[in-house]
């Protein structure tokens, strides 16, 4: 997976959303924005993944119930029992080792990921992410300009929805304290062979701080610094 640099909105959000201290909690998020052109490390997942799961002769998965085990806010789904290429779990995985360098997630199995409508996707960022922001009509300004700067590389109206559903054992940085949730998207558009991922998880405010925190943006303090200074107006996009 190549990870596209090249789009400033992305780049602004991420530099936004990098920490954000509400006084009850710290949220980290980020969205990021790949090409699914094979790099070498691609290639070895692809050989491990035909290893592992010799295709069967329609070389699909069942793809497993959308739950959202770090997300107790949220209704479990019934079983959608949607089945997903090799290619799309593929996909899957190599963004997500792009995503998190520092993890192996080679060995994941297909029912790690759900296929997903928007709506569970839009429900999911406005009441964790965005219900931290304070006051309603900047959030969903935020809002809109969060969807607007995904939708630029990667065309909504032709994605298809991905979730990452993992348990403790192979959550990125779950060793940490205090996770309070976390979300993990993927959209996935085919025809222009380009995922966009789109994560965000909270802490805990008594949790211990982090190094990345020290540039936090506090949105409950003495300095009083609103969701609406954070610079998603129409001359940053």
Not at 65 to 82: K, R, Y
Not at 112 to 135: C, Q, R, Y
Request: with cysteine.
């Amino acid at each position: 997976m190549k990870y596209l640099s090249d789009y400033e909105s992305l780049e602004n959000i991420n530099n936004q959303l990098s920490c954000i201290d509400t006084g009850d909690c710290r949220l980290f998020g980020r969205v990021e924005a790949y090409s699914c052109k094979n790099t070498d490390d691609d290639r070895r997942l692809k050989g491990h993944v035909d290893t592992k799961y010799p295709p069967d002769e329609n070389g699909t998965f069942e793809i497993g119930s959308w739950q959202s085990p770090s997300s107790p806010v949220l209704p479990s789904l019934n079983p959608l029992n949607d089945r997903v290429s090799r290619k799309t779990f593929f996909y899957l995985l190599a963004t997500l080792n792009a995503a998190f360098p520092d993890y192996d997630f080679s060995d994941l199995n297909p029912e790690a990921f759900s296929k997903v409508p928007m709506s569970i996707v839009i429900n999911t960022v406005n009441t964790t992410l965005l219900v931290h922001l304070g006051i309603d009509s900047a959030a969903h300004a935020v809002s809109a300009k969060i969807w607007a700067a995904i939708d630029e590389p990667i065309g909504l109206s032709e994605c298809e929805m991905y979730s990452f559903n993992p348990d403790g054992d192979v959550e990125p940085d779950a060793e940490e304290q205090g996770n309070l949730w976390s979300f993990y998207y993927f959209f996935l558009n085919r025809r222009q062979k380009r995922i966009v991922f789109f994560t965000a998880r909270a802490v805990s405010c008594l949790a211990p701080m982090q190094p990345e925190e020290k540039n936090a943006i506090y949105l409950v303090d003495d300095t009083d610094q609103s969701v609406e200074d954070l610079h998603f107006d129409e001359d940053d996009t």
